[in-house]
């Protein structure tokens, strides 16, 4: 438990009356409190707070998820720790994203973000991750992402249920007139043993609100959960399987126009000239406006479908002003090269070993690989879009974000706007990975909706657009050596790593007036927070910008350094001349380690490691440790004719607590997927200073085909509760990787692994 | 002035005003407010647009509407009333979405499939179901298809 964490996380439990008289239970804020995004369905005279549930007069349960729905299930898990504590079923609660509101903000996004690996204790770590809440608070982060909605939610949003059911009880028993030892709850409905009379929620909604709130938090223990722990069925399953009209690209408004972008090839390059007679000559076909913003500039169509908009977009002939002078990948492998011959950065973790430790391993004991990864997109199923309209004072936007609270800085700024009169309303997505925590769809169609006022305008990007207009997972090199000794030690690791910082990246085009300050631990995400026994470790940052936009990607820096360290541990167990297994669990004895052993022990198991295998097949192992959660995975392969069958994965995962464990198996599937998928042939590659992929005919994903057989265990060592939607991609590729070294001998050391080997 | 192109559309017979090279989704969702269909691609690569036309599986994306011979069955199209296709409900029971974006399309890829093929095996379902999943839940795909094979078989 955080130490700072104690008294800047207290907040106050609160009552408020919902519409028509109902009740409203959420959080009043320590220091300043946020104004209350509810605040029209509250009456006067209360303390701003945010409501996390809501119960009106007609028995509507409402529980307010304000985490953006990506497919991780989130809404159900969130309304989930709310049903528990209340009493009610899932089937019975309404669940709403709720409004962008600051007060809705996520400490436990940014509480990972600090310099220090999940497993360290001391005070310092333990300070850092409190401050850093801090800082998530005032920079008003409603944002989804960092695996981190569950870890934030888990006591507010039960403590929530629990007031409510709290006040709920108290009312009952001055309606019954009798004691609450008397009544029992159930399915939203309290009952008299006595008199076997019964009252809604909704029936005492009022008396409740006007019942002082529970000085003390006695929430229910996990042996008498009902609903958590449990699998659940997603709250928007139905939607899910009708075609329902959920995502951002469904929105449909009165007299609303169609529009898309054509934008510069990325920020940096300005639009120069155009001409946009061939466009309006297309049917349909309305306008060209200028975009000029803070994450790049082009151009819009409107029109009044979609296609035409899209036919309009491609007659466009434009001119960009490109001063940038890297313009393929080659030049930004180079600078990446050079990168790794100049001082390090800043390093992170490590054992404090003299330097002359690491430059001084015997040759015959060395152990070295040069590791790469590329540019890769997120390429969700749903391209960019948002619908914005421009109503005289206000802007609204309609879309599927991952932080509507940076839509609405963002675009506040652009208008120069109060942020209060930007209302970001959070559609489902269709897909997330990371993309949707930039603002750049959404501020586009702001611009376009200038033009087109009053009438709202929805701007959908062609796939095309999407892929060539991502902020990508930013390409690097790892240079990792080792010394390993006659007995088979690991006795020194030497990780340095050259690549983009995302933070750098990213802050200029959302917070323009906040400079980044400190390493970006990004850059050595998945390296040097690795549970690891060895003597000497030394992990250093190489940063060079490459004038390419980079953002947040599934896992992030655990999708590039995963791959890395992994791929290394194995050549460390073969230089040993020790088994993988064997050789991780031989460098994983500190006590802190055992969920990391443990994950190991139980994958090894499941997956017959050891085991002989025909000719041609081979299996792979590894362990990341990120988001909170140990992760252990086997890759088993078939390689016929030079070509790779990826043909099962046995997973374990560790995340401490787990909610809801047929959606945490389902987030390991998706993420081991997810990740197999960049090795299958995923690569965004420049060339004249453009991305070279379009569509999916050239970055594409795993196919059905393709797809392996995958079973998944889940643990609860960890004494930490860590998150669900990224970890299960770190381990995927160097266990892949690892695995056609055990089927062919051949060591891959480049993402992606079709550059090297064929796969079905 | 576009011309008028009858459409049958979910059993119901229309006449849209349009563009003949218009691609159908684009007819579906953008004129006819029909949003079960999605844009993934515009280049039948992904198949997140997948309608029926005379129970085939076609991908809208690059089918002109001007061109569409047949009727047209979308997602919204496929459940009688308040009861689900048997291929929905078999999604349902194995809670096979987690974005959903995709969902619509691989479920009118399975219907097709199973219309032409009710007991498919593992392999036939690899080769008729080349819809990309981004979220990766193909293995439920699969166990939800031959669910739903029983079930119609039944």
């Given at each position: 438990?955080?130490r700072?964490?104690?008294?800047?996380?207290?907040?106050?439990?609160?009552?408020?009356?919902?519409?028509?008289?109902?009740?409203?239970?959420?959080?009043?804020?320590?220091?300043?409190?946020?104004?209350?995004?509810?605040?029209?369905?509250?009456?006067?005279?209360?303390?701003?707070?945010?409501?996390?549930?809501?119960?009106?007069?007609?028995?509507?349960?409402?529980?307010i998820?304000?985490?953006?729905?990506?497919?991780?299930?989130?809404?159900?898990?969130?309304?989930?720790?709310?049903?528990?504590?209340?009493?009610?079923?899932?089937?019975?609660?309404?669940?709403?994203?709720?409004?962008?509101?600051?007060?809705?903000?996520?400490?436990?996004?940014?509480?990972?973000?600090?310099?220090?690996?999940?497993y360290?204790?001391?005070?310092?770590?333990?300070?850092?991750?409190?401050?850093?809440?801090?800082?998530?608070?005032?920079?008003?982060?409603?944002?989804?992402?960092?695996?981190?909605?569950?870890?934030?939610?888990?006591?507010?949003?039960?403590?929530?249920?629990?007031?409510?059911?709290?006040?709920?009880?108290?009312?009952?028993?001055?309606?019954?007139?009798?004691?609450?030892?008397?009544?029992?709850?159930?399915?939203?409905?309290?009952?008299?043993?006595?008199?076997?009379?019964?009252?809604?929620?909704?029936?005492?909604?009022?008396?409740?609100?006007?019942?002082?709130?529970?000085?003390?938090?006695?929430?229910?223990?996990?042996?008498?959960?009902?609903?958590?722990?449990?699998?659940?069925?997603?709250v928007?399953?139905?939607?899910?399987?009708?075609?329902?009209?959920?995502?951002?690209i469904?929105?449909?408004?009165?007299?609303?126009?169609?529009?898309?972008v054509?934008?510069?090839?990325?920020?940096?390059?300005?639009?120069?000239n155009?001409?946009?007679?061939?466009?309006?000559?297309?049917?349909?076909?309305?306008?060209?406006?200028?975009?000029?913003?803070?994450?790049?500039e082009?151009?819009?169509?409107?029109?009044?479908?979609?296609?035409?908009?899209?036919?309009?977009?491609?007659?466009?002939e434009?001119?960009?002003?490109?001063?940038?002078?890297?313009?393929?990948?080659?030049?930004?492998?180079?600078?990446?090269?050079?990168?790794?011959?100049?001082?390090?950065?800043?390093?992170?973790?490590?054992?404090?070993?003299?330097?002359?430790?690491?430059?001084?391993?015997?040759?015959?004991?060395?152990?070295?690989?040069?590791?790469?990864?590329?540019?890769?997109?997120?390429?969700?199923?749903?391209?960019?879009?948002?619908?914005?309209?421009?109503?005289?004072?206000?802007?609204?936007?309609?879309?599927?974000?991952?932080?509507?609270?940076?839509?609405?800085?963002?675009?506040s700024?652009h208008?120069d706007?109060?942020?209060?009169d930007?209302?970001?309303?959070?559609?489902?997505l269709?897909?997330?990975?990371?993309?949707?925590?930039?603002?750049?769809?959404?501020l586009?169609?702001?611009?376009?909706?200038?033009?087109?006022?009053?009438?709202?305008?929805?701007?959908?990007?062609?796939?095309?657009?999407?892929?060539?207009?991502?902020?990508?997972?930013?390409?690097?090199?790892?240079?990792?050596?080792?010394?390993?000794?006659?007995?088979?030690?690991?006795?020194?690791?030497?990780m340095?790593?050259?690549?983009?910082?995302?933070?750098?990246?990213?802050?200029?085009?959302?917070?323009?007036?906040?400079?980044?300050?400190?390493?970006?631990?990004?850059?050595?995400?998945?390296?040097?927070?690795?549970?690891?026994?060895?003597?000497?470790?030394?992990?250093?940052?190489?940063?060079?910008?490459?004038?390419?936009?980079i953002?947040?990607?599934?896992?992030?820096?655990?999708?590039?350094?995963?791959?890395?360290?992994?791929?290394?541990?194995?050549?460390?167990?073969?230089k040993?001349?020790?088994d993988?297994?064997?050789?991780?669990?031989?460098?994983?004895t500190?006590?802190?380690?055992?969920?990391?052993?443990?994950?190991?022990?139980?994958?090894?198991?499941?997956?017959?490691w050891?085991t002989?295998?025909?000719?041609?097949?081979?299996?792979?192992?590894?362990?990341?440790?990120s988001?909170?959660?140990?992760?252990?995975?086997?890759?088993?392969?078939?390689?016929?004719?030079?070509?790779?069958?990826i043909?099962?994965?046995?997973?374990?995962a560790?995340?401490?607590?787990?909610?809801?464990?047929?959606?945490?198996?389902?987030?390991i599937?998706?993420?081991?997927?997810?990740?197999?998928?960049?090795?299958?042939?995923?690569?965004?590659?420049w060339?004249?200073?453009?991305?070279?992929?379009?569509?999916?005919?050239?970055?594409?994903?795993?196919?059905?085909?393709?797809?392996?057989?995958?079973?998944?265990?889940l643990?609860?060592?960890?004494?930490?509760?860590?998150?669900?939607?990224?970890?299960?991609?770190?381990?995927?590729?160097?266990?892949?990787?690892?695995?056609?070294?055990?089927?062919?001998?051949?060591?891959?050391?480049?993402?992606?692994?079709?550059?090297?080997?064929?796969?079905? | 002035?576009?011309?008028?192109?009858?459409?049958?559309?979910?059993?119901?017979?229309?006449?849209?005003?349009?563009?003949?090279?218009?691609?159908?989704l684009?007819?579906?969702?953008?004129?006819m407010?029909i949003?079960?269909?999605?844009?993934?691609?515009?280049?039948?690569?992904c198949?997140?647009?997948?309608?029926?036309?005379?129970?085939?599986?076609v991908?809208?994306?690059?089918?002109p509407?001007?061109?569409?011979?047949?009727?047209?069955?979308?997602?919204?199209?496929?459940?009688?009333?308040?009861?689900?296709?048997?291929?929905?409900q078999?999604?349902?029971?194995?809670?096979?979405?987690?974005?959903?974006?995709?969902?619509?399309?691989?479920?009118?890829?399975?219907v097709?499939?199973?219309?032409?093929?009710?007991?498919?095996?593992?392999?036939?379902?690899?080769?008729?179901?080349?819809?990309l999943?981004r979220?990766?839940?193909?293995?439920?795909?699969k166990?939800a298809?031959?669910?739903?094979?029983?079930?119609?078989?039944?």
């Amino acid at each position: 438990m955080s130490r700072l964490g104690k008294y800047t996380r207290r907040a106050f439990l609160g009552l408020g009356v919902a519409a028509a008289g109902g009740l409203a239970v959420g959080f009043y804020f320590y220091q300043k409190p946020y104004a209350n995004p509810l605040d029209a369905k509250k009456a006067e005279g209360e303390t701003p707070f945010n409501p996390y549930v809501m119960i009106d007069e007609d028995n509507t349960i409402t529980i307010i998820a304000p985490r953006a729905e990506m497919g991780q299930g989130v809404h159900t898990t969130l309304a989930a720790l709310v049903a528990e504590e209340l009493e009610v079923p899932l089937e019975q609660v309404v669940v709403e994203h709720g409004p962008s509101s600051p007060a809705y903000f996520n400490a436990a996004m940014l509480e990972e973000s600090t310099p220090f690996p999940f497993y360290d204790e001391s005070v310092l770590a333990e300070l850092a991750r409190g401050s850093m809440k801090i800082v998530a608070k005032f920079l008003g982060l409603n944002m989804t992402g960092g695996s981190s909605s569950t870890t934030d939610a888990f006591v507010k949003m039960r403590e929530a249920g629990y007031a409510a059911k709290f006040v709920l009880l108290k009312a009952a028993a001055e309606h019954f007139g009798t004691s609450e030892d008397n009544l029992t709850l159930a399915d939203g409905t309290i009952t008299d043993k006595a008199s076997g009379k019964s009252v809604t929620y909704g029936e005492l909604a009022s008396k409740a609100a006007a019942v002082s709130p529970p000085s003390e938090m006695k929430l229910k223990k996990a042996s008498d959960w009902k609903i958590l722990g449990k699998t659940q069925k997603r709250v928007e399953l139905k939607d899910k399987v009708t075609g329902g009209r959920i995502f951002g690209i469904d929105v449909q408004l009165p007299d609303m126009l169609y529009g898309t972008v054509r934008m510069a090839p990325r920020k940096g390059v300005s639009l120069k000239n155009y001409d946009k007679t061939a466009t309006l000559a297309i049917p349909g076909v309305k306008d060209v406006v200028e975009i000029r913003t803070i994450t790049g500039e082009g151009l819009g169509v409107i029109a009044d479908n979609t296609w035409a908009a899209f036919k309009g977009a491609e007659a466009l002939e434009v001119e960009w002003d490109d001063p940038l002078s890297l313009q393929n990948s080659d030049q930004m492998w180079s600078v990446l090269e050079n990168a790794l011959t100049q001082e390090a950065t800043f390093e992170l973790g490590g054992t404090g070993s003299d330097a002359e430790v690491f430059t001084s391993i015997p040759e015959s004991e060395a152990v070295s690989a040069q590791y790469r990864a590329p540019f890769l997109a997120h390429a969700t199923m749903e391209p960019m879009n948002a619908t914005a309209q421009h109503d005289g004072s206000t802007i609204r936007v309609w879309t599927g974000t991952q932080a509507p609270g940076l839509i609405q800085s963002v675009v506040s700024s652009h208008f120069d706007m109060d942020s209060a009169d930007i209302n970001v309303t959070t559609t489902r997505l269709g897909g997330g990975f990371g993309r949707r925590l930039e603002v750049d769809f959404a501020l586009y169609a702001a611009v376009i909706a200038k033009a087109t006022a009053p009438n709202p305008v929805k701007v959908t990007w062609t796939r095309e657009e999407d892929t060539q207009h991502d902020t990508y997972r930013p390409m690097a090199i790892g240079e990792f050596k080792g010394q390993v000794t006659p007995d088979g030690t690991l006795k020194t690791m030497d990780m340095q790593v050259a690549s983009p910082s995302i933070i750098q990246s990213v802050m200029p085009r959302i917070f323009p007036g906040i400079s980044p300050m400190g390493p970006d631990n990004t850059v050595l995400d998945g390296a040097f927070n690795q549970p690891l026994d060895v003597e000497n470790i030394r992990c250093q940052a190489h940063v060079a910008d490459l004038q390419v936009p980079i953002g947040f990607w599934r896992s992030v820096g655990n999708s590039v350094n995963g791959f890395f360290h992994e791929s290394f541990m194995d050549e460390a167990a073969h230089k040993a001349g020790k088994d993988p297994l064997e050789f991780r669990l031989a460098h994983l004895t500190s006590d802190e380690f055992r969920p990391a052993r443990e994950a190991l022990k139980r994958v090894a198991e499941m997956s017959g490691w050891g085991t002989p295998l025909p000719a041609g097949k081979g299996r792979g192992i590894a362990h990341v440790l990120s988001f909170g959660t140990w992760t252990a995975q086997v890759v088993q392969v078939d390689v016929t004719d030079n070509t790779v069958t990826i043909e099962e994965v046995w997973a374990v995962a560790d995340p401490g607590i787990v909610l809801d464990p047929g959606m945490f198996k389902d987030q390991i599937m998706s993420g081991i997927n997810f990740g197999l998928s960049q090795a299958l042939g995923q690569e965004i590659t420049w060339a004249d200073g453009k991305v070279e992929q379009a569509n999916f005919d050239t970055f594409d994903a795993m196919r059905m085909y393709q797809a392996p057989k995958i079973t998944i265990e889940l643990l609860e060592n960890s004494p930490r509760m860590g998150g669900a939607g990224e970890p299960g991609t770190p381990p995927s590729t160097p266990a892949l990787a690892n695995a056609i070294f055990a089927a062919t001998g051949k060591r891959i050391r480049q993402m992606p692994l079709s550059n090297e080997i064929d796969f079905i | 002035m576009y011309p008028k192109i009858p459409l049958t559309v979910n059993g119901q017979k229309q006449e849209i005003e349009a563009d003949p090279e218009m691609p159908l989704l684009w007819a579906l969702r953008d004129i006819m407010d029909i949003k079960g269909p999605k844009f993934g691609c515009g280049i039948a690569a992904c198949g997140a647009c997948t309608v029926l036309i005379d129970g085939e599986a076609v991908r809208s994306c690059s089918q002109p509407v001007g061109e569409v011979e047949g009727e047209i069955t979308t997602i919204e199209g496929i459940s009688q009333g308040d009861e689900l296709h048997a291929v929905q409900q078999a999604w349902m029971k194995h809670s096979v979405p987690q974005c959903g974006y995709c969902q619509s399309g691989q479920i009118m890829a399975a219907v097709a499939l199973l219309e032409e093929n009710p007991d498919p095996t593992d392999e036939d379902i690899s080769d008729a179901m080349t819809n990309l999943c981004r979220c990766g839940t193909y293995p439920k795909i699969k166990a939800a298809i031959k669910d739903a094979a029983q079930t119609l078989g039944a």
